[in-house]
């Protein structure tokens, strides 16, 4: 009871200290900006993102695999593909806003 007294409302701790780290080191890879922004339009499967991006396959699903962990994206079974979107609102949002402002500026 006497911690919680000490701290302090805009205090974070460690657990959501560490997920917006993670989420803004997801961010700053400009292959996974790349794939985030293909998502926030349609969903895609592997094969479709890797030719709308010209990359190998193993590269974007390195990177989805990184952004699924991070519960960024997600997927859907259909048949034997796998159909990725987006998972998070708020990150997309986020995304969104500062590209806005990147073409702003």
Known sequence: MEEQLNQHPYDLDEETLFLVSQ???ALSDPT???????LFHKEHSVNEIAEALELRQSTVSHQLRFLKNLRLVK????GTSLF???DDEHVMHMLKQTIEHSKHS
Do not use: A, C, Q
């Open 23 to 25: 989420t803004f080191k």
């Open 32 to 38: 996974r900006i790349r794939i985030l922004n293909l």
């Open 75 to 78: 997927y859907r079974r259909e």
């Open 84 to 86: 990725y979107s987006y």
